[in-house]
């Protein structure tokens, strides 16, 4: 049985970003400085990013022109495909409908360069000669790379140490692009440093790296910073995927049960899902689960307070679901998976109960995603295998319970080159990591004293 493809016109790429803000049951809080814990201004985050994307960062408006330029690159690889999964239904056994949105047709096999794009051209606009960010397990480093070159902006990535010894192509893609990758922690920065000077062999961590990239920048007057996931403007980028996808729902006369994505620090959830909130707002019934890894639970074993972006308090301090600043997570090889904090918007829908969350083991994810693979034919990032074990537990309570359902998930990028992870897996190498409660409470007792 074939799957079946559901393909819109190029003429049907959004021509706006959505703005989830004004759909929000209240208002945001504030986001912080982290030197006077005072609110910040857009003064205050002109070293780090230029007023375009500050003003998208704080904007109320619930619809954002995307500019011309940004949507012609664009339209290289969107509007992506939707599929539904007949072979994996007919695997499974199950009477669920399984439709899955593909972002790895992007150049960097991705989602990130919804983001990555406009990021830099925003910057370009600016006057930015160079851009310094960091990258978990290397689609985001990747994706602004690739922007980078596109706009003429020079890139300099800190890719967390892990990620960069276990995904070595990732790192070549970057280079590929001419961007100069950086180990992180490294002696490049105070914030590296301070790292390995208590722990020479620290494996790093998103927070280590935002930290050194933020130091990059604040430092360089021809340098701004920009990051993948968490920011509002990153999410209202994303948003394209979720605009798309209620489009080819539409054009084949169904709509999901549950809206499925992997989750990370927020951004290709926001972007699949934030439509569909807006949907559940007017009153559609329908659920959206974010599934993250059980060794490093955000949304299911986090608190919702105020903390630092980052590892060296360099970062503004937003109100998020967080295992502190200083959690310092397991090597997983989901490296994109690996942040403490979650996006404020996420966490401010999860608190009021508009979204679930589920944490899922690495092995289950990777049982998961071969079976997708054969059955579909597309080998899934690590990172997407956290939405495939969620949407195959809801596929197989569907069975379970004899009932019909209808699931949509994000298939958020490749593994093409993270092949590595599979050869552990076929070996017997990786293992189920839960995270112990007692080192989240005491990285938890570190957070900001924010009274807001």
């Known amino acids: 049985m074939q799957r079946t493809k559901i393909i819109l016109p190029e003429d049907r790429i959004p021509k706006q970003w959505y703005n989830i803000i004004p759909d929000l049951n209240g208002p945001m809080a504030p986001v912080v400085h982290p030197g006077t814990l005072q609110p910040v201004t857009p003064d205050d985050l002109l070293p780090l990013f230029p007023m375009g994307l500050i003003e998208q960062e704080v904007s109320t408006q619930r619809w954002i022109d995307i500019p011309d330029e940004v949507r012609q690159i664009l339209a290289q690889w969107r509007p992506s495909p939707m599929f539904r999964a007949h072979r994996l239904e007919k695997a499974l056994g199950t009477p669920a409908k399984i439709y899955y949105k593909y972002e790895g047709v992007s150049p960097a096999g991705s989602h990130k360069p919804n983001t990555a794009v406009p990021q830099a051209y925003y910057n370009m606009l600016a006057g930015t000669k160079r851009i310094a960010s960091e990258t978990g397990a290397g689609q985001w480093g990747s994706s602004i790379a690739l922007a980078c070159q596109m706009f003429g902006l020079e890139c300099t990535v800190y890719m967390v140490k892990v990620s960069f010894q276990q995904k070595p192509y990732r790192k070549s893609m970057m280079q590929l692009w001419g961007a100069d990758v950086i180990p992180s922690p490294s002696n490049q920065t105070n914030a590296g440093r301070a790292v390995l000077e208590r722990d020479q062999d620290s494996n ?249």
């Open 204 to 452: 790093g961590s998103l927070g280590i790296a935002i930290s050194e990239a933020v130091e990059d920048a604040a430092t360089h007057e021809d340098t701004r910073y920009c990051l993948g996931s968490v920011l509002n403007h990153v999410c209202l980028h994303q948003t394209v995927i979720g605009l798309e996808a209620k489009q080819q729902m539409d054009m084949i006369g169904d709509y999901p049960d549950v809206v499925i994505a992997c989750h990370g620090g927020g951004s290709n959830f926001a972007g699949l899902g934030f439509p569909f909130v807006a949907d559940k707002a007017a009153g559609k019934d329908l659920r959206i689960l974010a599934a993250e890894p059980i060794s490093c639970p955000t949304l299911t074993k986090g608190v919702y307070d105020f903390d630092y972006g980052d590892q060296a308090k360099m970062a503004p301090i937003s109100k998020m679901y967080t295992l502190g600043h200083d959690f310092m997570p397991p090597g997983i090889h989901a490296g994109g998976l690996r942040y403490h904090g979650a996006a404020p918007l996420v966490s401010q829908l999860l608190d009021e109960g508009v979204i679930e969350a589920k944490a899922v083991g690495q092995v289950e994810c990777f049982e998961a995603a071969v079976q997708f693979a054969r059955a579909e034919g597309i080998i899934p990032a690590p990172e997407s295998s956290h939405a495939i074990r969620a949407a195959f537990d809801e596929a197989l309570q569907a069975k379970e319970e004899g009932k019909e359902k209808t699931i949509l998930f994000n298939l958020s990028g490749h593994g093409h080159v993270d092949m590595a992870s599979y050869d552990a897996f076929f070996s017997g190498k990786l293992e189920n990591y839960e995270y112990p409660s007692e080192a989240i409470e005491e990285s938890l007792e570190k957070l900001p004293k924010v009274d807001m």
